[in-house]
């Protein structure tokens, strides 16, 4: 049939022209911007995916970031307690020397003690100092701040690490189950009765002493504490009204590392010892403290209690006085929180505390602090050099731990999630590019179809727009 007011041909062919040309716009699009999906209407599905993919990755990268920048943070801070450590190794050797009272005078150990005071004051120095971008290190700002510790029940508490979620504080519940003890024998008599040649052990070292027959039980005693700092053996009289009443031999500390040992060199009857129970025995060991914390099993050391779970890492001295029982106290804040993961949530964030290294916060509430070995401290090197050197290795095992902790933190912890955040960001990536990016390949074959596609639609179009110009041939006839 011939019809000149509708060209079926011809809009048969603009319709296949009209998409080889959309087709032909796309594979421009896609090859020009290299993208595959540039609006929803590319593909939808895929377009829901790339984008939570994105996300991901923005998420992953960001983490990557504050993983270094964690590590950096972390490295600034052992830097610093690098020189911390140093200075006070000096200050051990200048105190070792002020000892030598017989070699030194009090001209060279006044010059020492200034040494030791300068030495100190570098130490808080850098603690004030320490900062990363405005952020304080070691002044105690990373430290966690607690609440209710009762002096007289616990002392030396460090936070290491707590993750409080979604609370704003963490109660800290500390259940002693048994006491720590030190080691103890007895020797239940006034004097010895033939002379006798004792062999003192503990801890510390060992002495060796003699006692003629008849001395007293009071002379024994004195004679073993003159040298109790280099044995650990301390001597009291079991009752201080009664002197037949014998000799008690405790250890200086406590727990199952301290013993006390009285050895007979000769005659194993001359001089026998008890334990508390009355067995006769001439070795006994301490008992460590027996405890836990927040329900979980605490490890005692004498009188340290540590615990070491995902929720909470610290470690505590128990009181020597406090016994048994229950005490609590509570975390208020504080901590260096790091964001080590693409998602803000309590499992992939870490916290740990960066305690003050000011002289007034290292060494021991048994022994002192560092402040008390300065010029009119309690331990300074004119009163008290012993007390000074235990201050001085109470202090380098406090740093020397700290960097410890810093250390592994780094290693195991900041270290490891980004080389599994790398990994992640890797596969992800890819993930997102084979749904987004353009195959080049693939879409240049398209573009290619797609130009002689419109191209013969265009010639196609010619021709059935000509078609009609044969009713001309009927007319004419």
Known sequence: MARINTNVGSLVANVNLAKSQQSLSTSLQRLSSGMRINSGADDPSGLIA?????SEIQGIS??????????NVIATADGALSEVSNLLVSIKGLVVQAANSGGLSQDEIDANQL????????????????SFAGLKLLDGSLGYVTSGVTASAMHDVHIFGAQFGTNPTMPVVVNVLQSAQPAVLKFQASAVSTSVTLEIAGRMGVQTMSFISGTKASAITFAINRVSDSTGVAATMTSATNPSSGITFSTLGYGSKEFVSVTV???PNAFDTVTNSGATQNRTIGRDVLAS??????????LNLSVNTAALTLSLNVDAAFGTGTKSFTITGGGATFQLGPQVQTNQQVSI?????S?????SATDGYLTDVTTGGSANLTKNPGKASRIIDDAINQVSVLRGRLGAFQQNTLQTNMNSLQVAMENVTASESTIRDTDFAME???LTRNQILVQAGTSVLSQANSTPQSVLKLLGG
């Open 115 to 130: 040494q030791v005071d300068s030495a100190i004051a570098s130490v808080t120095r850098i603690s004030n100092s320490t």
């Open 359 to 363: 002289a007034s916060r290292l060494g």
């Open 353 to 357: 505390a960066i305690d003050s290294v």
């Open 50 to 54: 790339s984008e939570t993919l994105r």
């Open 265 to 267: 060199l000769g005659d």
């Open 293 to 302: 914390v927040n329900g979980a099993q605490a490890i005692g050391n004498g």
């Open 444 to 446: 240049t074959s398209n």
């Open 62 to 71: 960001t983490a990557i970031d504050n993983g270094t920048r964690a590590n």
